[in-house]
């Protein structure tokens, strides 16, 4: 009797030779890993909270932990995915793992704000590894569906990040800062199941490209450049927005509705919960009806809900951030998918760019934010990001690459 595929039995086939189809073995395992990724690092801000408290930090501080974070992760990344176009580094996924344990071990255990710091520094850095390959290994089993690959991929980090807070609220809260170190276990399971996907991705040449690639390599360069400059601005307006919820939603639940600090993770779940589930539908629709008018739903699509927020109470709260999330989270796959179409042959690089931008802007808004949250309050905070989501009339600029590939 032959032997079941790997995307079949679910496991990670060590020395197969190159696959032409989805390889949902493969795309299941990096997904499961970004989720163990993304699930220790969404702890930070879900216990803020809980450092408020105990190191008496004002939003300002909490910002900056977050732009540690943040702007660790998002320095390295293009670095890592320039370097990784040309030479591979196939077991550098658990080695960047390995950052993350070290970060979360330093977490449970801080003695100041700067040891803080420092354990959120680790933490973005090995962020900062693992995306970019781990990225591109989800494109190499794609089979084709690329946006079905990312969307697969994208949707575990986001599961782990919605899941954050409830392990704050029920491991965390109730047994204190220390509990973090429980959280390693997870750890390790991810540089054992990152080991194996390394020695897969170590076998595997780099992919073609694909024929929507190589229409985008005909475009003019500037409107290539034109058309990089808008996502960037689309990547800008949606983490700007999300890192107003993602970070400061708890404090803004607490402060005007007066709920408790677990409710508050719970509310945060159901945003998170609604961010995962739209990520996972945003490839697919895109390889079928093209990126563009993914992002353009996305991104725009949003602006009314986001507008309506501030203004309603707690249960229509809870009902918009939903329907934000849904909506909301398709966007960043889509975004990245055309962004490796425009630019061939680069897709560490890319990958990095978009992951590292995406971070970076995530630091600068939790920042910016937390300072305009102490001088001017978490409302005021909240009624001004709702104007984010019309950055998205600037998709109009860019090329339909589906339409071109289809012609």
């Known amino acids: 009797m032959s032997a079941q595929p790997a995307a079949v ?12 189809g989805t390889a949902l073995g493969v795309l299941a395992a990096v997904s499961a890993s970004h989720f163990l990724n993304d699930l220790i690092q969404s702890l930070l801000p879900s216990i803020y909270p809980i450092l408020k408290s105990n190191y008496a930090l004002d939003f300002g501080q909490i910002g900056l932990l977050t732009f540690t974070y943040q702007t660790t992760a998002s320095l390295l990344q293009p670095v890592v995915g320039a370097y990784t176009d040309r030479r591979p580094l196939p077991y550098s996924l658990p080695v ?22 420092l354990a959120a520094a680790l933490v973005g850095t090995g ?65 054992v199941l990152l080991t194996r996907v390394g020695m897969w991705y170590a076998q595997r040449a780099k992919p073609k490209a694909a024929k929507i690639a190589a229409v985008a390599a005909t475009l003019p360069r500037r409107r290539v450049v034109l058309a990089v400059g808008v996502l960037l601005a689309l990547i800008f ?56 008018w993914v992002i353009w739903v996305s991104i725009l699509g949003v602006l009314p809900f986001s507008l309506l927020l501030p203004h309603v109470d707690l249960f229509w709260t809870a009902v918009l951030t939903v329907i934000i999330g849904l909506i909301l989270s398709s966007a960043f796959s889509a975004i990245l998918v055309y962004a490796t179409e425009l630019l061939p042959g680069n897709v560490g690089m890319v990958a990095g760019m978009f992951f590292g931008f995406a971070f970076g802007m995530g630091g600068i808004a939790a920042a910016v934010l937390g300072k305009l949250a102490d001088y001017r309050g978490i409302e005021y905070v909240y009624a001004l990001c709702a104007w984010l989501p019309a950055i998205g009339l600037l998709t109009a600029f860019l090329p339909d690459l589906h339409r071109r590939a289809h012609s």
């Open 237 to 292: 307006s949606k983490y700007f927005y999300l890192i107003s919820l993602s970070n400061y939603y708890t404090f803004y639940l607490i402060e005007k509705f007066h709920v408790s600090t677990q409710s508050a993770q719970i509310h945060l779940f159901y945003f998170l919960g609604a961010v995962a589930l739209g990520t996972l539908a945003g490839g697919p629709i895109g390889d079928k009806v093209g990126r563009k």
């Open 9 to 20: 039995t679910g496991k990670i086939p060590s020395s197969a030779p190159a696959q032409t």
């Open 96 to 117: 960047g793992m390995g950052f993350t344990l070290a970060g979360l071990l330093l977490l449970s255990q801080a003695a100041s704000f700067p040891m803080l710091l």
């Open 127 to 191: 962020s900062s590894i693992f995306h970019p390959e781990s990225s591109r290994i989800a494109r190499l089993a794609s089979g084709g569906r690329h946006g079905f690959a990312q969307s697969f991929f994208q949707v575990g980090g986001n599961a782990g990040s919605a899941l954050g807070p409830l392990l704050a609220a029920f491991l965390i809260l109730p047994h204190g800062q220390g509990a973090l170190a429980w959280v390693s276990v997870l750890a390790l399971v991810g540089i």
